[in-house]
């Protein structure tokens, strides 16, 4: 009879821990990677000022949204290395999922690393959307596996310096 009381006093214990954890699930944010923090509008803000507005039918928005699809097209380390230096100003805000970058050379090392680690990942894009000067280039990642690929898709909020692109 003890054994079945210490045991029952077990269960309870175990039920109101479980009960305490799934009850602060989704309490606090697991993943805010997509939340505009301080930062994000930090240089929303500072790039506000410096972002370029071609005119239209210059093909110059062209140009720039081909830089871009042009560094995550063929997803290698030799491709990452020559055109992410071209896509990225030296300065700049990029967030993904996981990870926020500043500055370019730290860029560029993060997806040589990436794309050396993730053989055969591909990106398909879809027509940018533009309003101002800002651009929206909405983008699918396919991951390659076996047997079925996995897809994330997502959309990239570009700014364009002018200079650089």
Same mark, same amino acid.
């Given at each position: 009879?003890?054994?079945?009381?210490?045991? *029952?006093?077990?269960?309870?214990?175990? *039920?109101?821990?479980?009960?305490?954890?799934?009850?602060?699930?989704?309490?606090?944010?697991?993943?805010?990677?997509?939340?505009?923090?301080?930062?994000?509008?930090?240089?929303?803000? #500072?790039?506000?000022?410096?972002?370029?507005?071609?005119?239209?039918?210059?093909?110059?928005?062209?140009?720039?949204?081909? #830089?871009?699809?042009?560094?995550?097209?063929?997803?290698?380390?030799?491709?990452?290395?020559?055109?992410?230096?071209?896509?990225?100003?030296?300065?700049?805000?990029?967030?993904?999922?996981?990870?926020?970058?500043?500055?370019?050379?730290?860029?560029?090392?993060?997806?040589?690393?990436?794309?050396?680690?993730?053989?055969?990942?591909?990106?398909?894009?879809?027509?940018?959307?533009?309003?101002?000067?800002?651009?929206?280039?909405?983008?699918?990642?396919?991951?390659?596996? #076996?047997?079925?690929?996995?897809?994330?898709?997502?959309?990239?909020?570009?700014?364009?310096?002018? #200079?650089?692109?």
């Amino acid at each position: 009879m003890k054994a079945f009381v210490f045991g *029952m006093i077990v269960m309870l214990f175990l *039920m109101l821990v479980l009960f305490g954890y799934l009850h602060n699930v989704g309490v606090s944010p697991r993943h805010e990677a997509t939340a505009p923090n301080p930062l994000y509008l930090e240089w929303l803000d #500072k790039t506000a000022n410096i972002a370029a507005e071609p005119e239209e039918g210059t093909g110059q928005e062209t140009a720039w949204i081909q #830089k871009v699809r042009d560094a995550f097209g063929t997803f290698t380390v030799e491709n990452v290395e020559a055109n992410f230096p071209l896509a990225y100003a030296e300065s700049f805000y990029f967030r993904d999922a996981f990870h926020t970058f500043t500055d370019r050379e730290t860029l560029v090392t993060y997806m040589r690393d990436s794309a050396e680690m993730s053989p055969g990942v591909t990106f398909d894009f879809f027509p940018a959307v533009r309003d101002g000067i800002n651009f929206y280039l909405p983008w699918t990642m396919v991951l390659p596996g #076996k047997p079925v690929s996995q897809r994330s898709i997502g959309i990239s909020h570009l700014r364009f310096n002018g #200079k650089d692109g």
